[in-house]
């Protein structure tokens, strides 16, 4: 598929049978004119010069693509991290937020409302937020304030409020549940997704912002090595960060993408969060795409130890390249994903986020002794994983 054919097809709200808009009537005009505004307003001249500066002068990019020369020799192919890690913030998060309310500020928001469970998401928005002078509601389970304690400091700090949600399990999924309904009753704010879910045109807008990744990643590798890579790798949990660096490289049919979903326990237990496996189609969170559901079709609440890959849903955008085989997705347990948390930081001295750990787990398995060229998305930093793991 090209880039303009993706264009095309996502600006429609659908990625083959994926998407669309499933909510209730308050909240269609809203997103109707939020698209409206994305499309008028993202892809001019004005617009796409002061978001590059932002990302170039506040965020740091382009983020380095480091040949990592000892996990390499460990794995025995020869990998490059995309260091996503080095943001300001900490995260890929921010390539979105930036660029969401660079678009809130032109539609005159009053208030930004955002969900987190990793508490990247947070964290950016919480970040944006206080460089435009704009008040900051963030949504969180109570389970992840509790896991990622460092982040929700940070988003403190930053000016922001914390809205505990505890409902369900506390987590991601719930923190979205709620900031949808909040973002119904409250006409002035607006509603920054940090995924590449939900309803349309959210999961365009974050894909379309945070495809810098992937431009960045193919052009560095082009000026380091001549050519593309074999392969290139993420994790995934609603979808971002895979879906920034697999964009560009989706058209260059020799190359291949694969994403590490969390299996967390197992795939084969019921503490799990591999969508992408056993996941079947749902309208869920307002858009159509798969989801992980009980013997009645029912949303059931999910399970992994990266609390930013711990959803039961999936962007519509993801679904579907897994239905055409462009990409492949493979679970990562739980004790895989520290098992890479703990290589990297010995062998490179980079402490990856635990989701992005599941990234560095599946490269062991699918290039060990292959001799292969690949590009691991390092999404995020580890500092806030240390503690507990």
Same mark, same amino acid.
């Given at each position: +598929?090209?880039?303009q /054919?993706?264009n095309?097809?996502?600006?429609?709200?659908?990625y083959?049978?994926?998407?669309g +808009?499933?909510?209730?009537p308050?909240?269609?005009?809203?997103?109707?004119? *939020? =698209?409206?505004a994305?499309?008028?307003?993202?892809?001019t001249?004005e617009?796409e010069e002061e %978001?590059?500066h932002?990302?170039k002068t506040?965020v740091?990019?382009?983020?380095?693509?480091? %040949?990592?020369?000892?996990?390499?020799?460990?794995?025995g =192919?020869r990998i490059?991290l995309?260091?996503?890690?080095?943001n300001h913030?900490g995260?890929?998060?921010i390539n979105?937020?930036?660029?969401?309310? *660079?678009?809130a500020?032109?539609?005159g928001?009053?208030?930004i409302l955002?969900?987190?469970?990793?508490?990247?998401h947070g964290?950016?928005?919480?970040?944006?937020a /206080?460089?435009?002078?704009?008040?900051?509601?963030v949504f +969180?389970?109570?389970?992840?304030?509790?896991?990622?304690? &460092?982040n $929700?400091?940070?988003m403190?700090l930053?000016?922001?409020e914390? $809205?505990?949600?505890t409902?369900?399990?506390g987590t991601l999924?719930?923190?979205?549940d709620a900031a949808?309904?909040y973002y119904i009753e409250h006409?002035?704010a607006y509603y920054?997704?940090? =995924?590449a879910?939900?309803?349309h045109?959210?999961?365009?807008m974050v894909?379309? %912002?945070?495809s810098?990744?992937g431009k960045e990643?193919k052009k560095q590798?082009l000026?380091?090595?001549?050519?593309?890579?074999?392969?290139?790798?993420?994790c995934?949990g609603g979808g971002?960060?895979?879906i920034g660096?697999?964009?560009?490289f989706i058209p260059?049919?020799?190359?291949?993408? %694969?994403?590490?979903?969390a299996?967390g326990?197992?795939?084969?237990?019921?503490?799990t969060a591999?969508?992408?496996t056993l996941g079947k189609? *749902?309208?869920?969170?307002?858009a159509?795409?798969l989801c992980l $559901?009980?013997?009645?079709g029912?949303a059931?609440?999910?399970h =992994?130890?990266?609390?930013g890959?711990d959803?039961?849903?999936?962007?519509?955008?993801?679904a579907? &390249?897994?239905?055409?085989?462009?990409v492949?997705?493979?679970?990562i347990?739980?004790?895989e994903?520290?098992?890479a948390f703990r290589?990297?930081?010995?062998?490179?001295?980079?402490?990856?986020a635990?989701?992005?750990a599941h990234?560095?787990?599946l490269?062991q398995?699918l290039?060990?002794?292959?001799?292969?060229?690949?590009i691991?998305n390092?999404?995020?930093r580890?500092d806030?994983?240390v503690e507990r793991?």
């Amino acid at each position: +598929m090209t880039n303009q /054919a993706q264009n095309n097809t996502a600006k429609e709200g659908y990625y083959g049978q994926y998407g669309g +808009m499933f909510v209730p009537p308050v909240l269609e005009g809203k997103l109707k004119n *939020l =698209s409206k505004a994305f499309y008028e307003t993202a892809f001019t001249q004005e617009f796409e010069e002061e %978001f590059i500066h932002l990302l170039k002068t506040y965020v740091g990019r382009p983020s380095p693509l480091y %040949f990592a020369k000892n996990l390499s020799e460990e794995i025995g =192919s020869r990998i490059y991290l995309k260091r996503e890690d080095l943001n300001h913030t900490g995260a890929h998060k921010i390539n979105n937020t930036i660029g969401q309310i *660079l678009l809130a500020k032109k539609l005159g928001a009053k208030q930004i409302l955002a969900e987190t469970g990793a508490g990247q998401h947070g964290v950016a928005t919480a970040t944006a937020a /206080a460089l435009f002078g704009i008040k900051c509601k963030v949504f +969180m389970g109570v389970e992840d304030i509790e896991r990622q304690a &460092l982040n $929700v400091d940070r988003m403190k700090l930053l000016g922001s409020e914390i $809205v505990p949600v505890t409902q369900g399990l506390g987590t991601l999924k719930d923190a979205v549940d709620a900031a949808l309904g909040y973002y119904i009753e409250h006409p002035d704010a607006y509603y920054l997704l940090g =995924s590449a879910v939900g309803p349309h045109p959210y999961p365009t807008m974050v894909s379309h %912002f945070q495809s810098i990744i992937g431009k960045e990643a193919k052009k560095q590798l082009l000026e380091v090595e001549g050519k593309l890579p074999d392969s290139v790798i993420a994790c995934i949990g609603g979808g971002s960060n895979s879906i920034g660096i697999f964009r560009e490289f989706i058209p260059e049919e020799n190359v291949k993408l %694969f994403a590490a979903e969390a299996a967390g326990q197992g795939i084969d237990t019921d503490k799990t969060a591999a969508t992408l496996t056993l996941g079947k189609n *749902l309208i869920f969170q307002g858009a159509n795409s798969l989801c992980l $559901v009980d013997e009645n079709g029912e949303a059931v609440n999910s399970h =992994s130890i990266a609390a930013g890959l711990d959803y039961p849903g999936i962007g519509p955008e993801h679904a579907h &390249l897994r239905d055409i085989g462009r990409v492949k997705y493979h679970g990562i347990t739980d004790d895989e994903a520290v098992a890479a948390f703990r290589l990297l930081s010995e062998k490179e001295g980079i402490i990856p986020a635990i989701e992005s750990a599941h990234a560095v787990a599946l490269a062991q398995k699918l290039l060990k002794n292959k001799n292969k060229l690949a590009i691991i998305n390092i999404s995020g930093r580890g500092d806030k994983d240390v503690e507990r793991l």
